[in-house]
Each structure stands twice: as C-alpha cells, then as structure tokens.
C-alpha cells in the first residue's frame, strides 16, 4: 500500500514566521510531488510542484524534495493570517498506470 | 484564468438512487480525474480518464460508479445506486497531460449527501 504521510498538526507560527511542512513517502518510484492548500469546506489549490532533486520556490514559497531519504517539504516565508489552512502533499506515481495520492495534510495556524 | 467548473455544488439524494455529477475540465487539458472527501479524511483518488478510456482506477471505484465524456466539454461521473457511505464531496481534476512537469488544477466540488 502507498503510503504519503504528514504530520496532521494542527503547526501554529505567528505572523512574519516561516512555517515548514513536511511529508514523507513510501513509493520509490515516484515522479512528482505537488502541494495544495485547502481551505475548509474548498477544493485543493495547487501551490507548488517539484520533480527533481532540491529546491524550487515561487515568491513567499519554496518546496524541498530529497528522494533518497523520500521526504518532501514546503516552507512558507513571511506567513500571513491568510496562510491559515489546511497544506495537502500529494505524489504522483506509475505503476502500471498513474495514480496520485494524498497525505491527510497539516493544519496550519498563523496568529496575528 | 480558465479553472474546472462543476455542478451541481451540493446534491441530495435518497439512498439506492442514481446520480450523475458534472464536470468541466479546462480547455485544453487532455486527462480528467475524479476524486473523492470525506468529511475530515484524505482526499482520495477514484479514477483518471484520457482519450474517452478509463487511464487508472483506484480500489474504490467499483462497478457502482462509471465515467463518460458525453460530448466535448463535460465529463461526468454516475454513481448507479447510492449508498449512504458514498456521502462526500467530490472533486473533478484536469491536467495538460500526465507524468512528471503536468499539474492537476482541481473544480470547486460537488458535495454529495446521501439519505
């Protein structure tokens, strides 16, 4: 069974903080790792994606994959109240056909 | 920005009756996907679509559930006798194509309540 885990939270930083998500997977084979921010009650927003090695960020955030050690994470810089919700890691792979799963997210709270 | 629309927003409906949820997908995109909530639960993939040919299906999407694009634009999921259990919201997905470098751009849902 594929497993994608994340640390369910609720992570609460104050306004101006950086907020670092993780998330680790079970299939090797994976080939790409998206993270969406969900609010309550909405559908997933995609924030970032990543498919190799390293770092890629895209303004206020920047997402980290080491497939060696099969762990992804997402840091927020500058988190604003707006930030608040729940961040979704979702991975992507092929066996025999693709498939994406979902962790359960992180709840993340940032106070003013 | 084009972006997935779906309708309706919220369907009620007894248990044993068919439903047919709507999606559509952004203009462009080539794979379609349905996806499924449960109220405080992951987000959990049901079926992948391309080229009017079910792409992957998960372990969820038995016999009760089917897919179609019926012309053009839509594509819609049916749920043929609905059980109580398949209460959830239910989200529609696009993407360019698939594998590494295409996302999925995800429609609002369709919350599904089932009596």
């Known amino acids: 069974q594929k497993e994608v885990e994340q640390n369910s939270g609720p992570l609460s930083v104050p306004e101006g903080a950086i907020a670092s998500l993780n998330c680790t997977y079970s299939?090797?084979?994976?080939?790409?790792f998206f993270w969406y921010r969900q609010y309550s009650g909405k559908s997933p927003e995609l924030i970032m994606s990543?498919?190799?090695?390293g770092d890629k960020e895209d303004g206020r955030f920047t997402a980290q994959l080491n497939k060696a050690s099969q762990y992804v994470s997402l840091l927020i810089r500058d988190s604003q109240p707006s930030d608040s919700a729940t961040y979704l890691c979702a991975v992507m792979g092929y066996t025999g056909g693709f498939k994406t799963i979902f962790g359960a997210g992180t709840r993340l709270f940032v106070k003013a | 920005e084009p972006e997935v629309t779906q309708t309706p927003s919220h369907q009620v409906t007894q248990m044993g009756q068919e439903v047919i949820l709507r999606c559509v997908p952004i203009?462009?995109?080539?794979?379609f996907y349905w996806y499924r909530q449960i109220l405080g639960q992951k987000v959990e993939f049901l079926v992948s679509f391309y080229n009017n040919e079910i792409s992957e299906k998960s372990e969820i999407f038995d016999d009760q559930f089917s897919v179609e694009r019926p012309d053009g634009s839509n594509f819609t999921l049916k749920i043929r006798s609905t059980k109580l259990e398949d209460s959830a919201m239910y989200f529609c997905a696009s993407s360019e194509f698939i594998g590494a470098g295409y996302e999925q751009y995800f429609g609002p849902g369709t919350r599904l309540t089932v009596t």
């Open positions: 203009s462009n995109h080539l794979y």
């Open positions: 990543i498919y190799s090695n």
């Open positions: 299939d090797r084979g994976s080939q790409s």
